[in-house]
């Protein structure tokens, strides 16, 4: 594995988890006791580690659909899931994609919203998962410290904007990563 993939691979993983920004942004009040703080970024991370593997187990069992084309369907993969976080980041931009939870109940679902880019991927992970088996580690990680990093964030318009170019650099990221991986052999 050369430098240029593995930058290439922590870059993907950061992509692919993005969409926890939105949705942790703002859920954790100040009055809430250090285990409830804790306890919402691990959610988030272990949910985008289940879709993980759970795409990845759909994945395995139509793999063999894909054999002749896996290359394009990687790419076409990545491309969807970069519509919609591209999609994603108009709507946090007019303020539709930020999250107030009440309920642990909620709180699970926020969390497989979160998650399902990563679902979606990780149906092609089969053809192309960064870091091999390590794959389902690095996306719980990443999805752990994205919600660690934005969990006690306020809504503010300013932050909305940054959580909007979150978003949208990500899928500008994940279309380049797409190119890159159909068009050249760096990954």
Same mark, same amino acid.
């Given at each position: 594995?050369?430098?240029?993939?593995?930058?290439?691979?922590?870059?993907?993983?950061?992509?692919?988890?993005?969409s926890?920004?939105?949705?942790s942004?703002?859920?954790?009040?100040?009055?809430?006791?250090?285990?409830?703080?804790?306890?919402?970024?691990?959610?988030?991370?272990?949910?985008?580690?289940?879709?993980?593997?759970?795409?990845?187990?759909?994945?395995?069992?139509?793999?063999?659909l894909?054999?002749?084309?896996?290359?394009?369907?990687?790419?076409a993969?990545?491309?969807?899931?970069?519509?919609?976080?591209?999609?994603?980041?108009?709507?946090?931009?007019?303020?539709?994609?930020?999250?107030?939870?009440?309920?642990?109940?909620?709180?699970f679902?926020?969390?497989i919203?979160?998650?399902?880019?990563?679902?979606?991927?990780?149906?092609?992970?089969?053809?192309?998962?960064?870091?091999?088996?390590?794959?389902?580690? /690095?996306?719980?990680?990443?999805?752990?410290?994205?919600?660690l990093?934005?969990?006690?964030?306020?809504?503010?318009?300013?932050?909305?904007?940054?959580?909007?170019?979150?978003?949208?650099? /990500?899928?500008?990221?994940?279309?380049?990563?797409?190119?890159?991986?159909?068009?050249?052999?760096?990954?």
């Amino acid at each position: 594995m050369t430098t240029a993939s593995i930058i290439i691979g922590i870059l993907f993983i950061l992509c692919l988890t993005s969409s926890v920004v939105s949705r942790s942004v703002g859920l954790v009040n100040s009055d809430d006791k250090p285990s409830q703080k804790i306890w919402i970024p691990v959610t988030f991370g272990l949910s985008q580690g289940v879709m993980a593997l759970w795409g990845s187990g759909l994945g395995r069992l139509i793999a063999h659909l894909f054999t002749y084309i896996a290359d394009y369907m990687v790419f076409a993969m990545m491309l969807v899931v970069a519509v919609k976080m591209f999609v994603d980041s108009m709507r946090v931009l007019k303020g539709k994609m930020m999250y107030t939870v009440s309920k642990e109940s909620e709180m699970f679902l926020l969390t497989i919203l979160a998650a399902f880019n990563t679902f979606l991927y990780s149906i092609v992970s089969v053809f192309y998962a960064p870091f091999g088996k390590w794959f389902f580690v /690095a996306v719980t990680v990443a999805g752990f410290l994205w919600a660690l990093f934005t969990v006690r964030v306020d809504f503010t318009p300013g932050i909305i904007k940054k959580v909007s170019f979150v978003e949208f650099s /990500a899928s500008v990221f994940m279309v380049v990563i797409a190119i890159l991986y159909l068009f050249t052999d760096l990954i």
